[in-house]
Antibody, heavy 113, light 107 residues
Framework: QVQLVQSGAEVKKPGASVKVSCKASGYTFTRHHISWVRQASGQGLEWMGWMDPDSGDTGYAQKFQGRVTMTRSTSISTAYMELSSLRSEDTAVYYC??????WGQGTLVSVSS | DIQMTQSPSSLSASVGDRVTITCRASQDISNYLAWLQQKPGKAPKSLIYAASSLQSGVPSKFSGSGSGTDFTLTISSLQPEDFAIYYCQQYNAYPYTFGQGTKLEIK
């Protein structure tokens, strides 16, 4: 079945970077865009950006421009989201999603000194 | 960016009730509207896509309607497992945007 499986929880210090992976299975990876969404504790869903796994093209929410990079490895059907210059406000669960229909299980990123 | 306004923000209902949640887009999004359900500590789960198409495996007690700017999610015969947070999401244009969520609580 169609599935997105994300990497495990991360703990980072302020100023560091984090890279979260999202491995796709059950479909042709290059045929569907991947989006990244985050959710701080007790808050709503916040869309961060998208990536076309075929071309590598990306688009980022203005809020994250300059700090986020979305990449992929087509050979292993995996998308990546890297967020740099982390601050405490970046503590959240990060999700990858294929359209609105398929979601990864989420990756908790905690930023603390 | 397309703004999604969801109402109500919270809703108290009893088991067996029927409830309706609305979502309004700030511009025409055709039928590129999804409804998601989220339970505590879990990833969002797709219920409805294309405004009214039921995701595979989702019970028919969930139904969606609307097009353009105004959309509704109706849940009939509420059961304990239906009490959760519901979000609408537009996927007509990037950046994809979400409503602020509706918390459905047991009365």
């Amino acid at each position: 079945q169609v599935q997105l499986v994300q990497s495990g929880a991360e703990v980072k210090k302020p100023g560091a970077s984090v890279k979260v992976s999202c491995k796709a299975s059950g479909y042709t990876f290059t045929r569907h865009h991947i989006s990244w969404v985050r959710q701080a504790s007790g808050q709503g869903l916040e869309w961060m950006g998208w990536m076309d796994p075929d071309s590598g093209d990306t688009g980022y929410a203005q809020k994250f421009q300059g700090r986020v990079t979305m990449t992929r490895s087509t050979s292993i059907s995996t998308a990546y989201m890297e967020l740099s210059s982390l601050r405490s406000e970046d503590t959240a669960v990060y999700y990858c999603a294929r359209g609105p229909k398929v979601w990864g299980q989420g990756t908790l990123v905690s930023v603390s000194s | 960016d397309i703004q999604m306004t969801q109402s109500p923000s919270s809703l108290s209902a009893s088991v067996g009730d029927r409830v309706t949640i609305t979502c309004r887009a700030s511009q025409d999004i055709s039928n590129y509207l999804a409804w998601l359900q989220q339970k505590p500590g879990k990833a969002p789960k797709s219920l409805i896509y294309a405004a009214s198409s039921l995701q595979s495996g989702v019970p028919s007690k969930f139904s969606g309607s609307g097009s353009g700017t105004d959309f509704t999610l109706t849940i009939s015969s509420l059961q304990p497992e239906d009490f959760a947070i519901y979000y609408c999401q537009q996927y007509n244009a990037y950046p994809y945007t979400f409503g602020q969520g509706t918390k459905l609580e047991i009365k």
